[in-house]
């Protein structure tokens, strides 16, 4: 299996809604990344998970709340978001970092479209 | 200044074209290098990756690395209308923290 699973594809909520994307790998990789990705504009780091711990947080508003049960999955709790946090959210996965020889080759799911009204 | 640096297109060419896409950088901490490719509506897909100046190729993909230059590029010979896609480059440290640096992408279209 070589492939990062993320559900649902598409999510509208309002900004009193509490919602939760997931995502799931069973690659074996030890690194999981949440990113945002605005239209036409690279995606931008929102957190790291590093064998389950959250290793990086990009300063990223509280209403984003991540979780790491297991080495397997990835949550992103949402609340009280605003419209402008609208955009495509995308779950990675690698190797992560191993004996110092750096990341390398992630792995995109094919994301969550969110709309905030 | 950014870190990385790459022309955001569009890029429009006739199919079976040679196409060059580009990105510099001028962080000389970096040591690994990317390509992704992005469809319209779905995550971005590895293409690409080296750490060594030079080139490397795969098919119809060859991906060129400068370090000297701060400068890498990826080829894409007898393009195809099946690579019209956002193409991104993205670049990482050797030493410490999972971050990529991506380019802002350049929209490519292969017109038949």
């Known amino acids: 299996d070589t492939e990062v699973t993320q559900t649902p594809k598409h999510l509208v909520m309002g900004m009193t809604n509490k919602k939760s994307l997931k995502c799931e790998q069973h690659?074996?990789?030890?690194?999981m990344y949440w990113y945002k990705q605005k239209a036409k504009k690279p995606p931008e780091l929102m957190f790291v998970?590093?064998?389950?711990?959250?290793?990086i947080n990009e300063s990223v508003p509280s209403r984003f709340s991540p979780e790491c049960p297991n080495s397997s999955l990835l949550n992103l709790h949402l609340h009280a978001l605003q419209p402008e946090d609208s955009a495509l959210y995308l779950c990675a996965s690698s190797q992560g970092q191993t004996r110092g020889q750096g990341v390398f080759g992630y792995t995109f799911g094919s994301g969550t479209r969110l709309t905030v009204v | 200044q950014k870190e990385v640096e790459q022309d955001p297109g569009p890029l429009s060419v006739p199919e079976g074209a040679i196409v060059s896409l580009n990105c510099t950088y001028s962080n000389s901490a970096f040591q690994y290098f990317m390509w992704y490719r992005q469809y319209s509506r779905k995550g971005p897909e590895l293409l690409m990756y080296t750490y060594s100046s030079g080139n490397k190729e795969d098919g119809r993909f060859t991906a060129q690395v400068d370090k000297s230059s701060k400068y890498i590029s990826l080829f894409i010979r007898d393009s195809q209308p099946s690579d019209s896609a956002t193409y991104l480059c993205a670049m990482e440290t050797r030493f410490g923290n999972e971050k990529l640096t991506f380019g802002t992408g350049t929209r490519l279209t292969i017109i038949p």
């Open positions: 690659m074996g990789h030890r690194a």
């Open positions: 998970y590093s064998y389950e711990k959250l290793s």
